[in-house]
């Protein structure tokens, strides 16, 4: 059994080209699977859509926000927010998963970039949220909502949005290294998103809130998110909101993605 | 130089002391036995040897890399399977060890041939297109040390690999084993059973509590506690002083009664003497109906439990 005729084996050295390459067969590792688990694809779409519906029809005949045609206009771009974001909780449970069972020892004990498994994992959560964004998107189209704007304007909304989500997948990386087990990551990611999504802007206006929330919600990074995509879907101009959004998004990103590459390079199983 | 050599590691979490001052080396091309109850340490020296966890102090090389300076050259000399079996769920053997070979840089030819000749030799070829989520235990195990093999390691890391499997499965995972000893793989082995160790190890260090309190060969370990021992079971107790009168000739040693029993003597005795038939017709002499004799090397438990005062696995105690 003669296997030096298969080198180049691969040495110590790591270059960004390396870096790269490690990542993305970290993420096809990720993304060939998402079509063997039926159960959590569909589940994973079934809630946008059962978000989208219910909102519409709940809500949508009882609230009034002037300046929109419909609330379904105001509103929409705010569902689309919301989902992407919670669906950067896959980020979370995903990792802690491969922590217990190993596959991230695994993966620390191969001369690879430290940095490929979160990069990967990450840039394969942000092509499932892409997939979650159409299927949305549709149902959307389906119950009445219209862009306003520019084709580009909407195209531009919905980047933001994806990676915005993007970001959060970072501080997800974080969280589903820090916490003990699978279960706890389901928590962990999911929990605090609700207050964040919710204390914004998203889907009422915060001069509605009481006199103590409504400064909380006007600064909830998630409100300039909201804001920014909505104008940029109903042919408003997003002003400020545009760039606090990006702000935010490369804040949270450096930020987080230091933490989460940190915290592998000792994560223990 | 040695495949590997630590010398000093110590690594405390708080007041547990995991490594306290550990030094090892394993020569190349052989297989060691890191052997320990739970809690040992076990675990904790092949995380500090495959780059997974820094110790507090001391050194380690691995193929002679250091493994503190450079620890990405040293991932690239080591295959670990860990006390999991590491693999991806839902993809199927065959897209796991390619997954591996894709990580080390192998061309899809390469990737392709080596994946095929790993599933050949661990017996999974029939397998190899089911996803590994229906794979059985010992399936699994055997892809996930295929996995670490895909870059011919240097030294291959096995952290108790056949923990949690069903009797059949780790027989065939001995033989795994065997085979990579037999071919040269430098194999660094940790386990709590003990006839896993004294099947499959060259030498082995008992480690506890963070250090190490024996090496040797599995039957320099023995010898340490003295050899052979025959056991003489009687009918009837109140024989039992003449029976341990027409003994005390044939052995070399104090005459224990079994606390446990009121029929039962042991002693050590010289090995390969013959002493059996002659105990036999020594005891039939003096009257003592003999219902059994055996005799007994010490298996890896007593010597454990003569190095330490306790059992290896309390309540999976193994023996040979």
């Known amino acids: 059994m003669n296997n030096t005729a298969m080198a180049p084996q691969r040495t110590g050295k790591t270059t960004i080209a390396d870096a790269w390459r490690d990542a993305s067969t970290e993420a096809t590792r990720h993304l060939r699977i998402i079509p063997r688990n039926p159960e959590l694809l569909g589940f994973s779409l079934v809630q946008p859509i059962m978000f989208v519906l219910l909102f519409v029809y709940v809500f949508g005949g009882a609230i009034q926000i002037p300046g929109f045609a419909s609330y379904n206009q105001f509103l929409i771009p705010g569902i689309f927010a919301q989902t992407l974001v919670f669906g950067s909780s896959f980020t979370a449970v995903g990792l802690a998963e491969d922590l217990s069972k190993g596959l991230v020892d695994r993966l620390r004990s191969l001369p690879i970039a430290r940095s490929a498994v979160l990069v990967g994992r990450t840039f394969s959560d942000l092509a499932r949220n892409a997939i979650t964004f159409l299927v949305m998107l549709a149902v959307a189209f389906l119950v009445g909502f219209r862009f306003e704007g520019s084709l580009v304007a909407a195209l531009g909304g919905t980047v933001l949005m994806l990676a915005f989500s993007y970001s959060f997948s970072w501080i997800q990386a974080w969280i589903g290294l820090s916490v003990g087990s699978v279960e706890a990551a389901n928590a962990a990611s999911f929990i605090w998103m609700f207050p964040i999504t919710f204390l914004s802007s998203a889907f009422v206006d915060p001069s509605t809130m009481p006199d103590w929330l409504e400064p909380i919600a006007n600064h909830n990074p998630f409100t300039r998110l909201a804001n920014a995509a909505r104008a940029l879907y109903n042919g408003f101009d997003p002003g400020a909101n545009l760039w606090w959004s990006i702000g935010w998004i490369i804040g949270i990103t450096v930020v987080f993605s230091t933490l989460a590459i940190r915290k592998f390079s000792r994560a223990a199983s | ?320």
């Not at chain 2, 507090?56 to 080591?78: W, Y």
């Not at chain 2, 590491?86 to 990580?103: D, K």
């Not at chain 2, 080596?114 to 010992?138: H, I, M, Q, T, W």
């Open chain 2, 1 to 320: 130089m040695h495949a590997v050599e630590a010398s000093g590691l110590v690594k405390h979490y708080g007041e547990t002391r995991a490594l306290d001052g550990l030094d090892l080396q394993v020569p190349k091309g052989s297989v060691l036995g890191l052997l320990g109850p739970n809690g040992a340490g076990k675990t904790t020296v092949v995380r500090v040897l495959t780059t997974l966890l820094r110790p507090d102090s001391g050194t380690a090389f691995i193929d002679g890399v250091d493994v503190l300076q450079n620890p990405q050259e040293v991932r690239a000399r080591i295959g670990l399977t860990g006390q999991y079996a590491a693999v991806e769920e839902r993809m199927t053997g065959r897209e796991n060890l390619e997954l591996i070979g894709r990580f080390l840089r192998l061309n899809s030819q390469a990737r392709k041939a080596r994946a095929e000749e790993l599933l050949e030799r661990f017996d999974l070829v029939e397998a190899a297109d089911r996803v590994a989520k229906n794979y059985s235990g010992g399936m699994r195990r055997r892809l996930d040390i295929a996995m670490s093999l895909i870059a011919n390691p240097a030294v291959l890391f096995l952290d108790e690999p056949t923990t949690g499997l069903d009797p059949r499965s780790r027989i065939g995972m001995w033989e795994v084993i065997e085979e990579l000893g037999a071919d040269g793989t430098t194999v660094v082995l940790t386990t709590q059973y003990l006839e896993e160790a004294d099947r499959l190890a060259d030498s082995i260090v008992v480690i506890d509590r963070g250090i190490k309190i024996a090496e040797g060969s599995v039957d320099e370990l023995k010898d340490t506690i003295g050899g052979d021992r025959i056991r003489v079971s009687i009918a009837k107790p109140e024989n039992i002083e003449a029976a341990r009168q027409a003994l005390a000739p044939l052995v070399i040693g104090d005459i224990d009664l079994d606390p446990d029993s009121t029929t039962t003597l042991s002693a050590p005795i010289r090995a390969g003497g013959g002493v059996v038939p002659r105990a036999i017709r020594a005891l039939d002499d003096c009257g003592a109906d003999v219902v059994d004799v055996e005799v007994r090397r010490p298996t890896l438990d007593d010597v454990f439990l003569s190095l330490t005062g306790r059992r290896a696995a309390d309540e999976e105690a193994v023996s040979a």
